[in-house]
């Protein structure tokens, strides 16, 4: 239950349709599924996710940072405490010179679509990667030979007392799948990147190439988390799971894609996590028993099963 005192104090300053008690995460997540969470908020600025925060932590809540939900499991119970959610109302964007800022909220089509139309060159690989620049920086999200590490700049965070904290390039940690924000928790409100200048229709044919790949060989007509393992050292997750012959592989609604292997997909629409975290083992002990390749999850699960 989420304090009577917190739900007031929060109210005061976070319009209604920004704050939402019991809300359904499978509303909130590209995979479509996930429990509730007791209580959801959007902020729209970085002054309100400072209040926030130090509310959460004068109460002593349970806190879980969200992006846009595109790599995550949300488990059947939902979320305990306080979900802080960066959507519309943190996505701005603007470009000062080859620099872009955009909020944590923005999503990374619509930040690559903004270096494009600024001819800057850098961010292509990113167009079709379905998450929020704040998500993208946490994971070091990567494709196409291009990742944030990059590109990266400046990183700007309100940490779990509610103070901001500003990061440069080397201070950000970024490795395969992994950044600092990992480890240290805090939330991730904006983010500069530095590019360089291109030549407009170079950088559209770019990104229109990469968008016919991941079209034509990503089932994103399914609700899925993206691409669910890591990429073990010397191999490619969805090429081990291929050749194990599990493609179309199903354990209730959740199904290992018959068009990429590498995705696991809410096939029917109301898959449960607990679908999904079965058919994830199943892939796991039938790799390592063909190949003695252990897959590990890219994908986050979190919330109580």
Known sequence: MIDKNFIQKCQAFIEPNRFRLDEPM???????????????????????????????????????????????????????????????????????????????GALLKDVSEAAAQSSLTGLEFACGIPGSIGGAIFMNAGAYDGEMKNVADTVRTVDREGKIHTYSRDELDLGYRHSRFQDNGEAIVEVELCLEPGDSEAIRAKMEDFTERRESKQPLEMPSAGSTFKRPKGYFAGTLIQETGLKGLQVGGAQVSTKHAGFVVNATGDATAADVRGLIHEVQQRVYKKHGVMLHPEVRIIGEA
């Open 26 to 104: 499978k509303l909130h997540t590209t995979f479509k599924i996930g429990g509730p969470a007791d209580c959801l908020i959007f902020p729209a600025s970085m002054e309100e996710t400072e209040k926030v925060l130090a509310l959460v932590s004068a109460y002593k809540l349970p806190l879980t940072i969200l992006g846009n939900g595109s790599n995550v499991l949300v488990q059947d119970k939902g979320i305990r405490g306080v979900v802080v959610k960066f959507a519309r109302p943190m996505a701005k964007i603007r470009h000062e010179g080859t620099r872009i800022i955009a909020g944590a």
